[in-house]
């Protein structure tokens, strides 16, 4: 059998390139550079494309695959998540879930696989700014916020606007923005501390600026990478039912180490193990499965 | 004048050179030679120099303090703008070079050149040259950044391209065949304008032009710096990866201020170039773009008023130490820089900001007293 002809398109999704020759190689280049649904797809600007949730999930991940130096981060993955869904990643440490983060908001290219946003955006030809542009926010693991800057200035630097050089330049603060400032100030408690240094705050308070630069941002889609770590009970209720609030409007992404808050979060969670998919389910169907008894759970 | 709310330091810098910009002119013209309150015209030019170092380490702070890029290579743009500068002048000499040739500059007639280079044609218009001030620099910086902020060329690396490429630049200039008078440089100006450079008047006027033009600059970098982008760019300072992730494209932040700071240092270059009469490849050389480093660093990082102590005050040193111990110059600016990076590594800047500091802590110890 030929391996290039009509059915080249096939082979090129195929784990590994190097099977091919070099003019089997560049052939294959070749035909995914002249594909007729893709005519000229570089010269779409991220903001024209529309996002088409209409099948239901928002994002798609299809056999992905990302190594580092030989071991597997994200071994042949699926996930999809639906839009509005709000849904809870669990597993050990070294499971991908990071990983899988980082390769959807392309801070990571993975080997193989496919990732959309809605059916139509391939994620993975887009750069950072592009992806936050068209609607994903993320919150790290260990919080990142703009130490230097005030906690009020830090959701002004987050918010949704136009985020060209001389735009930014020229910005000035409308009162609409203003108010949508202090309204996330008092969503996440800050508001008493909106003109103190973000070095200043608390790693509780600081998780929670995040978590508001994330909702300036506005997005479609939110990941958010271990909200409560470093959070006190209290706080840690309040984290739950914003991130309960959010769902329905947007579509929410958790990954969460503590059972208890992912228990009093998750509709469905899933769980992965050695970068894919173990189990998905709801929380008792989860607990369950003697195989995540086995691997997570039962520790 | 709400950019420079907050700002005590820039203010009272701004006024001290309003002051300086005042009184020593005319302490140079109106008051006699004999009287002890002269200022000489060797003064005044020196005091011009410092002028244009401060406008440059003003340059350098934006990109280092603000943006996080520390250039080793900011004197190549500082070169470039004298050099523009230089053509003019050399061009204004006419046939009253040594040669008399009325078009070709001397050591064009020295090497046997038959015609200009088409790079000197237009630059015997003022209005040219000042343009290629800026933009020469602005071009290079321009692609330069381009390349390496698009491809996450940071820190130390970054650091070391620069110095490369003032280094390259140097080696560049010192040969004939770039035409740009390889060792020698550009020198024997006569005048500017139309106005002797040799006069007191247009030396007077060199020097209130830098202090203009070190206000201008400041307040610019001063505009830049507490708009929404100036807050994009210290935030990029301090969690470059954090910035990208909330939607700002970071390489073009980078390139923009980056280009803005070479054009303030060909700026600089250019008003430097026709106060010390000559412009030549040394000035490309990397260890000028490090002693500039320490200038700001000495008057303390992402202040802006801060570099222009620093240039000052280093300049200053420099002048009084090479006079009377010329051996120990190169030790004296070790020493501070180390002493400062110890004792303060806020700079003279953090210094002052701490006084005033507890000063007002002080006195609203008294108030609640």
């Keep these: 059998m030929s391996p290039v002809g009509d059915n080249g398109r096939d082979l090129l999704h195929r784990d590994r390139a190097f099977d091919f020759s070099p003019q089997q190689q560049a052939w294959l280049q070749f035909k995914e550079t002249m594909r007729r649904d893709r005519t000229f797809d570089f010269m779409v600007k991220a ?50 879930k990071t990983t899988m983060m ?12 496919s990732v959309y946003f809605g059916q139509r955006i391939d994620l993975l030809r887009l750069s950072e700014p592009e992806i936050a542009e068209i609607g994903i926010g993320r919150k790290f693991q260990k919080p990142t916020v703009f130490e230097h800057h005030t906690v009020f200035e830090n959701l002004e630097l987050a918010m949704a606007a136009d985020k060209r050089v001389f735009s930014t330049l020229l910005a000035r603060l409308t009162g609409a923005q203003r108010d949508r400032i202090d309204e996330v100030l008092g969503m996440i408690g800050l508001a008493e501390h909106a003109k103190r240094e973000a070095g200043a705050l608390s790693h509780g308070q600081k998780q929670w600026l995040e978590i508001g630069m994330l909702l300036m941002q506005d997005p479609l889609l939110l990941l958010v990478d271990e909200p409560v770590a470093g959070m006190t009970h209290q706080e840690m209720d309040r984290t739950a039912e914003l991130l309960v609030s959010l769902q329905g409007k947007h579509s929410v992404v958790v990954v969460e180490h503590d059972m208890d808050f992912v228990r009093s979060i998750a509709r469905r969670v899933t769980v992965l193990h050695q970068g894919s998919v173990l189990a998905e389910g709801s929380m008792d169907q989860v607990q369950n499965d003697p195989r995540v008894v086995e691997v997570y759970l039962g520790e | 004048m709400a950019l420079l709310k907050g700002d005590t330091g820039g203010q009272v810098m701004l006024g001290l050179l309003l002051a300086v910009a005042v009184v020593v002119p005319v302490l140079n013209l109106a008051v006699p030679e ?11 030019t020196l005091l011009g120099k410092y002028l244009t170092y401060a406008l440059l380490a003003v340059a350098v702070d934006l990109v280092w303090g603000y943006l996080g890029i520390l250039s080793l290579g900011h004197g190549a743009f500082f070169a470039l703008g004298g050099y523009a500068m230089g053509m003019y002048l050399m061009r204004q000499i006419g046939d009253r070079g040594v040669y008399g040739d009325p078009i070709l500059p001397d050591f064009m007639v020295f090497l046997d050149w038959q015609s200009l280079p088409w790079f000197w044609h237009g630059f015997d218009m003022f209005w040219l040259a000042a343009l290629m001030v800026m933009l020469v620099p602005g071009a290079l910086a321009f692609v330069f950044g381009w390349l390496a902020f ?4 940071t820190g130390v690396y970054l ?13 560049a200039f010192f040969r004939n065949e770039m035409g ?28 209130v032009a830098s202090a203009v033009a070190l206000a201008l600059g400041y307040l610019a970098c001063r505009w830049i710096v507490t708009s929404k982008l100036g807050r994009v760019a210290v935030a990029i300072r301090d969690a470059e990866p954090r910035v990208r992730f909330i939607g700002y494209r970071v390489d073009r932040v980078k390139v923009a201020i980056w280009t803005f700071s070479a054009m303030l240092a060909g700026i600089a270059g250019a008003l430097y170039v026709p106060q010390v009469g000559i412009i030549n490849p040394g000035e490309f050389s990397p260890l000028n773009s490090i002693e500039l480093v320490v200038w700001v660093a000495v008057g303390g990082r992402a202040t802006l008023y801060g570099a222009v102590i620093g240039a000052i005050v280093v300049n200053y040193g ?5 006079g009377a111990f010329p051996e ?3 030790f004296a600016l070790g020493g501070l820089f180390v002493l400062v990076t110890l004792f303060l590594p806020q700079g003279i800047a953090g210094l002052f900001r701490q006084l005033t500091r507890r000063r007002g802590g002080s006195a609203a110890e008294g108030a609640t007293a």
């Design chain 2, 328 to 330: 120990a110059w190169l």
């Design chain 2, 34 to 44: 004999g009287s002890p309150l002269h200022v000489s015209t060797y003064t005044v």
């Design chain 1, 47 to 96: 903001k024209d494309l529309k996002l088409d949730v209409s099948h239901g999930p928002i994002l798609y991940i299809e056999d992905l695959n990302v190594s580092f130096d030989g071991f597997k981060a994200i071994d042949h993955l699926n996930f999809y998540v639906d839009a509005g869904e709000l849904r809870c990643v669990i597993g050990a440490n070294g499971a991908g």
């Design chain 2, 150 to 153: 698009r491809s996450r060329v």
């Design chain 1, 102 to 113: 980082d390769i959807i908001t392309g801070k990571t290219r993975p080997d193989s696989g």
């Design chain 2, 318 to 322: 420099k002048t009084y130490f090479t």
């Design chain 2, 180 to 207: 740009f008078g390889g060792n020698n440089g550009l020198t024997d100006f006569k005048d500017i304008l139309g106005f002797d450079l040799q006069a007191d008047s247009t030396r007077v006027g060199l020097f």
């Design chain 2, 159 to 171: 650091s070391i391209i620069t110095q490369a490429l003032t280094y390259a630049l140097m080696l």
